[in-house]
């Protein structure tokens, strides 16, 4: 394993203010009277948005393991960019980025490399990354209203967030939204942090991917990700029958009503079905 190495990050206040002030909203809970009802705001709204990040960011744009026409794949990118994770043009041209280097010197967010904080968030706050390769997601690039959706990438969040607080009210949309959104940043971003120096290895990658139960849990079956990392363009990433993947089973569901199709199942080199 290598050693991390020591970085001066560059941070962008445009970014990293949002960001924390965020963060600081959080304990606006401690205004409002607790009912269930809010947890429920919490876990919806969370679940539902860690779909989008894992079918939509992931799956769909950043690897193309399943397709979807275009009215659907532009509800999926707004879905997805409800999270506040940038836009959908960025983020699957950084994550393809990242699986060509994956845990080498030239990986952005490498745990291995930088440790941590960067693989955690630092990245992202960074001023580094502000920009993408067009080039890198070309494919979905040529589409001009997910170029719009990337640009306006904020748009999403802010309809989102003002559709929650128009149904539920100032609780609700601390609960469904503030609250909801940092607690899918942080899980998401332990895909970065986490799966790649934490869990077991059921195959030889050149990178330290992991398989780990806890965050395939938390991210509806992120957490496979020695396995994602071994067979990247399948659209299955746990491929044990208890390897619980949610995301998987969605998008099954959903291909039964024709929203998609074409799902790429797990192969291992030289054969055709996925492991039993």
């Given at each position: 394993?290598?050693?991390?190495?020591?970085?001066?990050?560059?941070?962008?206040?445009?970014?990293?203010?949002?960001?924390?002030?965020?963060?600081?909203?959080?304990?606006?809970?401690?205004?409002?009277?607790?009912?269930?009802?809010?947890?429920?705001?919490?876990?919806?709204?969370?679940?539902?948005?860690?779909?989008?990040?894992?079918?939509?960011?992931?799956?769909?744009?950043?690897?193309?393991?399943?397709?979807?026409?275009?009215?659907?794949?532009?509800?999926?990118?707004?879905?997805?960019?409800?999270?506040?994770?940038?836009?959908?043009?960025?983020?699957?041209?950084?994550?393809?980025?990242?699986?060509?280097?994956?845990?080498?010197?030239?990986?952005?967010?490498?745990?291995?490399?930088?440790?941590?904080?960067?693989?955690?968030?630092?990245?992202?706050?960074?001023?580094?990354?502000?920009?993408?390769?067009?080039?890198?997601?070309?494919?979905?690039?040529?589409?001009?209203?997910?170029?719009?959706?990337?640009?306006?990438?904020?748009?999403?969040?802010?309809?989102?967030?003002?559709?929650?607080?128009?149904?539920?009210?100032?609780?609700?949309?601390?609960?469904?939204?503030?609250?909801?959104?940092?607690?899918?940043?942080?899980?998401?971003?332990?895909?970065?942090?986490?799966?790649?120096?934490?869990?077991?290895?059921?195959?030889?990658?050149?990178?330290?991917?992991?398989?780990?139960?806890?965050?395939?849990?938390?991210t509806l079956g992120e957490g496979w990700h020695n396995n994602h990392h071994f067979y990247m363009?399948?659209?299955?990433?746990?491929?044990?029958?208890?390897?619980?993947?949610?995301?998987?089973?969605?998008?099954?569901?959903?291909?039964?009503?024709?929203?998609?199709?074409?799902?790429?199942?797990?192969?291992?080199?030289?054969?055709?079905?996925?492991?039993?």
């Amino acid at each position: 394993m290598s050693e991390s190495v020591a970085r001066t990050p560059r941070y962008n206040r445009v970014t990293t203010l949002p960001f924390a002030l965020m963060h600081v909203g959080v304990l606006a809970v401690f205004f409002f009277p607790f009912h269930w009802s809010l947890v429920a705001w919490l876990a919806g709204s969370y679940y539902l948005r860690m779909f989008a990040v894992t079918a939509g960011y992931h799956r769909f744009f950043s690897h193309r393991s399943y397709r979807m026409n275009r009215f659907w794949q532009f509800v999926l990118a707004f879905l997805a960019q409800t999270s506040a994770q940038k836009g959908i043009l960025w983020w699957a041209s950084h994550h393809r980025h990242h699986h060509l280097m994956s845990d080498r010197k030239a990986d952005i967010h490498s745990a291995v490399q930088e440790g941590f904080w960067w693989s955690h968030v630092g990245w992202i706050l960074s001023d580094e990354y502000d920009d993408y390769d067009p080039a890198a997601i070309a494919d979905f690039g040529k589409y001009p209203e997910l170029r719009w959706l990337d640009k306006y990438h904020l748009v999403p969040a802010v309809v989102y967030g003002a559709a929650i607080f128009l149904i539920g009210g100032w609780d609700a949309f601390v609960w469904g939204f503030v609250c909801a959104t940092v607690v899918l940043y942080h899980g998401t971003f332990f895909i970065n942090s986490l799966s790649h120096v934490w869990g077991s290895r059921r195959f030889p990658t050149p990178d330290e991917s992991r398989n780990n139960f806890v965050l395939a849990l938390v991210t509806l079956g992120e957490g496979w990700h020695n396995n994602h990392h071994f067979y990247m363009s399948s659209v299955r990433q746990g491929i044990r029958w208890w390897e619980v993947d949610i995301t998987y089973y969605v998008l099954t569901m959903l291909s039964w009503v024709g929203i998609t199709y074409d799902l790429r199942p797990f192969r291992l080199p030289g054969t055709h079905d996925h492991p039993a």
